[in-house]
């Protein structure tokens, strides 16, 4: 019963580097326009997603983006607790939109790992009858 | 009331009229079906509002429904033919 | 050689896209779309494909232009057809097996990629290179463009992919 | 004024073709004919709307923006189509007998 | 004017969603609500929350209530008529007749998913090639349900049946053995 269909496998695979495109330049555009971390990272995370249609198979080192999820989310909160310290100036434009994208790439990223991680647990171990 | 308005208007009526089908429909393909119509249409409800608006920022909500929606639609039709398995 | 032709061929069209999304030609975004873009096919293909992408997935530009506009062509004249069809209310629907000359499993994708689009025929099945196609009974077009013993139009366009 | 004529002209005939096919869904009496006609005629629907828009703006990166939606929407309705297609006729949803 | 008609068909398809008993039909409605009132924060000039709505409803929700049904147990029930050659939308939906229409109460009752298939094959073919948890077979007014021996389903089918008042209707249920017939 486990044939999935080859046509879909084939061009769900040609989509693949133009969703990551697209990913990126939703959370890089997202200080100017609509879109940002959340947005950008939940579109990054349905690439993964949409890779189960093509290989079935638990092949992704679910520990390792984990650990990952955990350091970008120790740096979200840390950087700004940082730049607090340091007294930076935030008045200066560039920076400030400089800091935002930052935030925004970081925040994509964390969003990402972890919504890959939820949908590869419940389907792997969470769903079993 | 522009031409666009009333092309926006249209466009609504025929995404109701699909949904009537939804809610009708007596298998599950027909509903299937029903979705990635819908989904058609409001990709381009959401074109024509850029053009009343005249923003392009709005272009990337239909882009992301011309990337994704497949997706959800796709899962769904595996999940039926292989009778509740993923 | 040829491999780096086509990555930097593949990364053109990638860093034009990233132009299109961010509406900006600038020399700083297009360095970025240069960035992203060998990002994204370096991910590609060490983490989602396991795979080469350009290897994979390599149509020659001017086929691509010659398919999309036979594509378009044939669309417009079976939806046309099939308008009448929608008037003339119901019909029968058979299954057809049609056997493809192409052999390379991107090609035969393509065409049935192809099939679907057009008003009055669904691919159902890929084995190898049989396709199962979903047609009305009694369909003069797709026996015209499908029961020919050599290739039809779309395999031709497709057979010179490489 | 032509080219804002025309794009009326193209917007009505997608619209018309839209509407042909919201008819088709209604009125065939079975799953695999709906399929076979009404979901593609919309295709149809949506390429021309798309074309008649293109037209308006002319050569901008606002056109530029609508050919990639075409496209993607080229490569991706397929999919979904053969999907449901090929998922009812997995499932034993059948009319009449094969061959 | 436009508000209001994508506003009334939120609400019919958000009651939609919530009062329908098969669960799959929900997913369903819920994808077309999100659709639907992701285009309506558009129209009043939302356009951060319809783009977040767009990718949350299209894939992630979807995938994820999916996963979620996997849990619940799936019965596979094929329908076949003796005296139709031909099975089209009359069928499906008006004769379809009682029995179906008990037995889809039946599972829902106990809170499990019928998925009903109506097809013409011949149901001796379905005995042996298909995957299934029960055949009803019609034949003029007789009705044959063949079942499993270790689905002890079957045994409280037989008892709804019993206690039902179904006129003159005349039911036969027959329990196979593992895999007597089937090799699927």
């Known amino acids: 019963m486990n044939n999935n269909s080859e046509i879909i496998a084939r061009i769900t695979g040609l989509l693949y580097p133009f969703i990551i495109i697209f990913g990126v330049y939703i959370i890089l555009n997202g200080h100017i326009t609509p879109g940002g971390g959340f947005q950008g990272g939940a579109v990054l995370a349905s690439v993964f997603i949409s890779r189960y249609l093509v290989y079935p198979f638990e092949d992704i080192k679910i520990k390792s983006l984990q650990l990952a999820e955990k350091l970008l989310f120790f740096s979200i909160i840390m950087i700004p607790i940082l730049f607090l310290f340091t007294g930076f100036n935030y008045s200066a434009g560039q920076a400030n939109s400089y800091y935002l994208i930052g935030m925004n790439l970081l925040i994509g990223f964390k969003v990402c790992f972890g919504l890959t991680i939820i949908f590869f647990r419940f389907v792997f ?5 | 009331m522009s031409f666009y308005q009333i092309v926006l208007l249209v466009i609504a009526f025929f995404t109701a009229m699909v949904i009537i089908r939804v809610i009708m429909g007596p298998t599950i393909w027909d509903r299937l079906l029903g979705l990635n119509m819908v989904s058609a249409k409001i990709i381009m409800s959401i074109v024509i509002l850029a053009i009343i608006q005249d923003s392009s920022f709005l272009l990337d909500i239909a882009l992301v429904y011309a990337f994704l929606g497949f997706v959800g639609t796709v899962f769904i039709a595996r999940f039926i033919e292989r009778r509740g398995n993923l | 050689m040829k491999k780096v032709i086509n990555y930097t061929t593949m990364i053109v069209i990638f860093t034009i896209l990233w132009v299109i999304l961010n509406e900006s030609a600038t020399l700083f975004q297009i360095l970025i779309g240069i960035i992203v873009s060998i990002i994204a096919i370096y991910f590609t293909n060490s983490y989602l494909l396991l795979d080469d992408y350009i290897a994979y997935y390599y149509v020659k530009t001017f086929v691509l232009i010659k398919y999309l506009i036979y594509l378009i062509f044939q669309i ?44 009055g025929t669904v691919t159902i099945d890929k084995k190898g290179n049989a396709l199962k196609i979903l047609c009305f009974e009694g369909n003069n077009e797709i026996k015209d463009a499908f029961d020919v013993e050599v290739c039809s139009k779309f395999e031709q366009i497709l057979k010179g992919r490489k | 004024m032509i080219r804002e004529a025309l794009t009326v002209i193209l917007i009505s005939i997608g619209l018309v073709f839209m509407l042909f096919g919201v008819i088709g869904i209604f009125r065939f009496k079975d799953f695999y004919s709906r399929i076979l006609i009404s979901s593609k005629v919309e295709t149809v629907g949506f390429i021309t709307l798309m074309a008649g828009v293109v037209i308006k703006y002319g050569f901008t990166y606002f056109s530029l923006k609508i050919l990639l939606i075409c496209l993607v929407v080229v490569i991706t309705n397929p999919l979904s189509t053969h999907a449901i297609a090929r998922s009812a006729l997995i499932s034993g949803f059948k009319i009449k007998e094969e061959k | 004017m436009l508000e209001k008609v994508f506003l009334i068909l939120t609400v019919v398809l958000a009651i939609i969603s919530i009062s329908t008993t098969k669960l799959r039909r929900a997913v369903i409605y819920l994808g077309l609500f999100s659709l639907v009132i992701s285009f309506t924060y558009l129209l009043y000039s939302a356009p951060d929350v319809a783009i977040a709505e767009a990718i949350i409803g299209s894939a992630l929700s979807t995938i994820l209530y999916l996963v979620a049904l996997k849990k619940f147990q799936v019965f596979t029930i094929y329908y076949t008529n003796y005296d139709y050659n031909e099975i089209n939308y009359d069928h499906v939906t008006v004769r379809r007749g009682q029995i179906l229409k008990d037995i889809e109460k039946f599972y829902v009752d106990r809170e499990m998913e019928p998925q009903i298939i109506y097809t013409t094959e011949n149901f001796k073919h379905i005995l042996k090639t298909k995957n299934y948890d029960l055949l009803i077979y019609q034949k003029h007014s007789d009705f044959y349900i063949y079942g499993f021996e270790k689905d002890y389903q079957l045994d409280a089918i037989e008892g709804y049946f019993m206690n039902e008042d179904h006129g003159n209707l005349d039911i036969n249920i027959i329990r196979c053995k593992e895999g007597e017939y089937n090799d699927a």
């Open chain 1, 125 to 129: 171990y969470e769903g079993e009858k």
């Open chain 3, 76 to 119: 417009y004249k079976s939806g046309i057809s099939s308008i009448g069809q929608i008037i003339r209310g119901d019909s029968k629907v058979i299954i057809i097996e049609y056997e493809s000359c192409l052999n390379d499993e991107l090609s035969i994708c393509l065409l049935a990629n192809a099939i679907t689009l057009t008003p």
